[in-house]
């Protein structure tokens, strides 16, 4: 990234001559100096518009004296051409793409467009292993400086959904550590919000937790698929944690994923990344196959300040059982003919059946769909073999339960009548 240098430090006015070498040269002397890590840097930049050709000292001095300027006036020629930009960041190196793409963050965090245009690269940086390994040991708190610019542009929707994008990527599994980046105060405590974006009338810094930003997002956004798909893909690669999955269900995670595809019923993306996150969100945790709840859990990690947070209302798997089932029937109707999403509908199907076979019995047209992906797939040795093992596993269920075998029956002779 050689060219970010000449940009920063000053290129040409919009007037296509040089910068005047009377301070210019030792501003870019300092900003090369700082730019290599010695302290914060202060940046000349040019002003956009005008510019005449620029002269040496020497040269300066003779024009002066045929011209009768005085030196004063060269100085105010070169104030109106520049801008000094003062900033206490301590620049990374200019070693390698994710240190260039944080200095530029850091230095052009209030333009939208910047902004949006290096999140967007950043998670092909970010696909190395090694790469995001390093990128939290070496300081950079990457995490937290993108939950940052997700409230301070919560309006633009390229910014949240190249964040989102970023999320996947910090979150994804690095060897056996999985979602080690995400082991830190983001997700486990509340995330304190810089440069008073969360602030109150007397400028004290409020905080937010990490996940509660990624929810507020999805709220403001609810409209577009393509935030929407980020969003759920993120929270897949989150969940993979235990105690952030926990966090996630109990500060309504579930609902969030299920209104995604109640609002985009046509969006093969949505589906397929809710899917993912319901997958995850309903495998069991713990060796009796329950997901352990902790009572005060969301209270350490919600501002208390929050209106809408109801902590007698926090969200269990359980309660929610019949939402998913519902959810995941319809993906099954609505793609039948598609490997990828019945391959996740199945998924679902078995994780519930684990630890919710009576739920999964009793949910009109859930048997049915089984049984349509089976007839569909019989070709397809993994999906066969999955269905199969369910509809086993819940017959054995009704063979060991008389009293669920009969509101079995029942609830089968009722859809029957209604037809």
Request: with cysteine; proline share 3%.
């Amino acid at each position: 990234m050689p060219g970010f240098g000449a940009v920063s430090a000053g290129a040409a006015p919009a007037g296509g001559g040089k910068l005047p070498a009377a301070q210019g040269g030792a501003k870019m002397s300092e900003l090369t100096r700082r730019l290599l890590g010695q302290g914060g840097a202060s940046i000349a930049l040019p002003a956009y518009g005008g510019g005449g050709e620029g002269k040496s000292k020497e040269e300066d001095k003779e024009e002066d004296k045929s011209k009768g300027k005085s030196k004063g006036k060269s100085k105010n020629i070169l104030a109106s051409h520049l801008i000094t930009i003062k900033t206490d960041f301590e620049a990374l190196p200019w070693t390698c793409p994710v240190n260039v793409l944080v200095n530029w963050l850091t230095f052009y965090g209030h333009v939208e467009g910047i902004v949006a245009l290096c999140l967007k690269v950043l998670p092909d940086v970010l696909e190395d292993q090694d790469v995001r390994r390093n990128a939290w040991n070496k300081g950079i708190r990457l995490p937290e400086m993108i939950f940052d610019f997700m409230l301070k542009f919560p309006d633009s929707w390229r910014v949240n959904m190249s964040a989102m994008q970023n999320f996947v990527l910090l979150a994804r599994p690095n060897g056996s550590r999985e979602g080690c980046l995400f082991q830190s105060r983001v997700m486990r405590e509340s995330l304190s919000v810089g440069d008073g974006l969360l602030g109150d009338k007397e400028g004290r810094c409020k905080k937010r937790h990490g996940i509660l930003i990624i929810f507020d997002a999805m709220d403001r956004f609810w409209d577009n698929p393509d935030v929407m798909a980020k969003a759920c893909w993120s929270l897949v690669n989150i969940s993979l944690v235990d105690r952030h999955k926990v966090e996630m269900i109990q500060l309504g995670a579930i609902q969030k994923v299920l209104a995604a595809v109640r609002n985009h019923p046509n969006s093969w993306e949505v589906a397929y990344r809710a899917l993912f996150c319901l997958i995850n969100f309903v495998a069991p945790t713990d060796g009796e196959g329950h997901t352990s709840l902790g009572t005060t859990m969301v209270e350490q990690v919600v501002n208390r300040d929050d209106a809408w947070y109801d902590k007698e209302s926090s969200m269990t798997v359980r309660g929610q059982l019949e939402d998913v089932l519902q959810t995941t029937i319809f993906c099954v109707n609505k793609w039948i003919q598609d490997v990828e999403i019945i391959s996740k509908t199945t998924l679902v199907f078995h994780n519930l059946s684990v630890v919710y076979e009576r739920e999964v019995l009793l949910m009109p047209g859930c048997l049915s769909a089984l049984r349509n992906i089976n007839k569909e797939y019989e070709n397809y040795g993994r999906i066969k073999g999955i269905t199969e093992c369910i509809m086993h596993e819940l017959y054995e269920a009704m063979r060991r339960d008389e009293q669920l075998e009969i509101d079995f029956i029942n609830m089968s002779r009722t859809q029957q009548s209604k037809r």
